[in-house]
């Protein structure tokens, strides 16, 4: 596995492995890996010759109020992974070498529409960090396809929406989230979680899953919504939000039949993201 942080360095390697005719995946992280991302990896592997993995912790996307100083980092852990999934080349640029010029003065890409509220919302400009770090990325990398996990799932709509406008030749595959065995969703800031609070997780899940079985006999959106506010509060969570959306993140309507539940609820240190998938059974006549 080649450990790169130069950028001239990551175009050589892989203007090398381009003129041989291979096929490249990019997953792109911030580090401090679990079995979710090494999922990322599997699946690159499907999909592509070479598998490239960027490790960075995007200053962009994180808020004024928000962990980026204390955000996990745990390099030399991560890079033996990596070289243990058959990673190929891992890019773990500095700051410096991303913004030259820092960040007041830096172009951003900004997704209209489908950015907008859920962790939109709450995390203001959070997703022109995302946004402009990962075009910055496939524009250094120029892969064939590239791997997100479905947990963000409006991340993944962000970046499926700005890869169509922008007519960038990548496909983009969503790959199903990991979970613990107790249901959380695997997750790097899961490491905020003191013995208790993790104990108290696992609710986040088995609620989303009580209200998709809820929804899917048929009971009123609204009043289903309500009551897992109520249940994630008196598990200890603090709501950031709970809301039943299309597949594209648009409001629901009478003829959705398709639709995705999605959390964000903050327990402790740590802001919790989980998402379902829920099939509306259509209006009785």
Same mark, same amino acid.
């Given at each position: 596995?080649?450990?790169?942080?130069?950028?001239?360095?990551?175009?050589?390697?892989?203007?090398?492995?381009?003129?041989?005719?291979?096929?490249?995946?990019l997953?792109?992280? /911030?580090?401090?890996?679990?079995?979710?991302?090494?999922?990322?990896?599997?699946?690159a592997?499907?999909?592509?010759?070479?598998? !490239?993995? *960027?490790?960075?912790?995007?200053? /962009?996307?994180?808020?004024?109020?928000?962990?980026?100083?204390?955000?996990?980092?745990?390099?030399?852990?991560?890079?033996?992974?990596l070289?243990?999934?058959?990673?190929?080349?891992?890019?773990?640029?500095?700051? &410096?070498?991303?913004?030259?010029?820092? +960040?007041?003065?830096?172009?951003?890409?900004? !997704?209209?529409?489908?950015?907008?509220?859920?962790?939109?919302? *709450?995390?203001?400009?959070?997703?022109?960090?995302? *946004?402009?770090?990962? &075009? /910055?990325?496939?524009?250094?990398?120029?892969?064939?396809?590239?791997?997100?996990?479905?947990?963000?799932?409006?991340?993944?709509?962000? @970046?499926?929406?700005?890869?169509?406008d922008?007519?960038?030749? @990548?496909?983009?595959?969503? !790959?199903?989230?990991?979970?613990?065995?107790?249901?959380?969703?695997?997750?790097?800031?899961?490491?905020?979680?003191?013995?208790e609070?993790?104990?108290?997780?696992?609710?986040?899940?088995?609620?989303?899953?009580?209200?998709?079985?809820?929804?899917?006999?048929?009971?009123?959106?609204?009043?289903v919504?309500?009551?897992?506010?109520?249940?994630?509060?008196?598990?200890?969570? @603090?709501?950031?939000?709970?809301?039943?959306?299309?597949?594209?993140?648009?409001?629901?309507?009478?003829?959705?039949?398709?639709?995705?539940?999605?959390?964000?609820?903050? +327990?402790?240190?740590?802001?919790?993201?989980?998402?379902? *998938?829920?099939?509306?059974?259509?209006?009785?006549?």
């Amino acid at each position: 596995m080649h450990t790169l942080q130069d950028i001239t360095d990551l175009r050589r390697t892989l203007d090398e492995y381009r003129t041989r005719g291979l096929r490249i995946a990019l997953v792109p992280t /911030m580090g401090n890996l679990h079995a979710g991302h090494l999922a990322l990896v599997a699946t690159a592997h499907e999909h592509a010759d070479i598998v !490239v993995t *960027s490790l960075f912790v995007n200053p /962009m996307q994180f808020g004024p109020n928000e962990d980026l100083d204390a955000y996990p980092r745990t390099f030399a852990d991560d890079q033996a992974k990596l070289r243990e999934a058959g990673c190929h080349v891992l890019f773990a640029p500095s700051n &410096t070498a991303l913004y030259p010029n820092g +960040l007041d003065g830096q172009t951003r890409v900004h !997704v209209p529409r489908v950015s907008e509220g859920l962790c939109g919302g *709450s995390r203001p400009g959070h997703f022109d960090g995302v *946004s402009t770090v990962v &075009t /910055m990325l496939f524009n250094l990398v120029q892969p064939d396809v590239a791997c997100f996990g479905e947990k963000d799932y409006q991340q993944l709509a962000v @970046i499926r929406k700005f890869v169509l406008d922008l007519h960038m030749p @990548i496909d983009i595959i969503g !790959v199903p989230i990991e979970r613990a065995e107790d249901g959380l969703a695997l997750s790097s800031r899961n490491g905020y979680l003191n013995a208790e609070e993790r104990a108290a997780a696992p609710a986040l899940y088995r609620t989303l899953c009580l209200l998709r079985d809820t929804l899917e006999q048929g009971e009123p959106a609204e009043a289903v919504l309500k009551m897992g506010q109520q249940q994630l509060a008196a598990a200890g969570f @603090i709501p950031d939000y709970l809301e039943l959306r299309d597949t594209h993140l648009n409001p629901v309507d009478g003829t959705t039949r398709r639709a995705v539940l999605l959390a964000a609820a903050r +327990l402790g240190p740590a802001r919790l993201l989980d998402n379902l *998938s829920v099939q509306l059974p259509a209006p009785s006549a």
